[in-house]
């Protein structure tokens, strides 16, 4: 073998090699994920409205704000929402819980979060310390549900080393309230974050620019 094919072997040996500690270190046989229905952003509206009325939450695959949905037709007004997919636009932790956003949707007067709950090796509640800022105050207004509700045990304690693709999240947007609407994942993170809508019917979550 020449001193150049020994070389193309080598690199895709590096690659594949490359590939493979990656899957290692992130796949985990031990970690179940509660399936679901796949949805669009029409079906965030559908949670949505669960959610108000306590129904169980769907799961909510992402694809990184690829579909988005604005109807002018409605009566509650206008309505937007964007599903996410990795990378997503915000991941935090709540003791051995991770919590990320895959989905959001505003119609109305209302704003969803759609949340992915991946639990630890242990059953813990896993709180739900998210809240929107209602005031240059800094008074905040608790979602509803209040708590997190896991479809296989009813309660905030998830089983182990589970992944619950979605839980909603609501807020009901005061009058006073304009875009972007600032919300606050609380607890010990106390991430402060944007939600605010797109031209193309979609929503946004970013975090707050900051000035030097």
């Known amino acids: 073998m020449n001193p150049k094919n020994a070389l193309i072997v080598l690199a895709t040996l590096a690659v594949l090699l ?3 500690a990656a899957f290692a270190v992130f796949y985990n046989p031990a970690i179940s994920t509660i399936p679901g229905t796949p949805t669009s ?17 769907e799961n909510i695959p992402g694809s990184n ?3 988005s949905s ?46 992915a709950v991946q639990t630890g090796s242990s059953t813990e509640c896993v709180p739900m310390n998210i809240r929107l800022v209602i005031d240059e105050s800094g008074n905040l207004e608790t979602p509803s549900p209040s708590q997190f509700s896991f479809p296989d045990t ?13 839980q909603a999240v609501s807020f009901v947007l005061g009058q006073n309230l304009n875009a972007p609407f600032l919300v606050t994942t609380g ?21 707050p620019a900051t000035t030097d």
């Open 18 to 20: 490359g590939i493979a």
């Open 41 to 57: 952003p029409a079906s965030l509206f559908s949670l949505m409205r669960n959610s108000a009325s306590g129904t169980a939450a």
């Open 65 to 67: 704000n690829a579909t």
């Open 70 to 115: 604005a109807n002018n037709g409605q009566a509650n007004g206008l309505q937007f929402a964007s599903s996410y997919s990795a990378p997503y636009p915000l991941q935090w932790t709540e003791g051995q819980s991770t919590l990320t956003i895959t989905g959001a949707a505003i119609q109305g007067n209302q704003l969803m979060l759609a949340v």
């Open 154 to 166: 009813t309660n905030c304690s998830g089983t182990a080393d589970t992944v619950y693709n979605s």
């Open 187 to 207: 607890g010990a993170s106390n991430i402060f974050f944007e939600v605010a809508t797109t031209t193309d019917g979609g929503v946004s979550v970013t975090l």
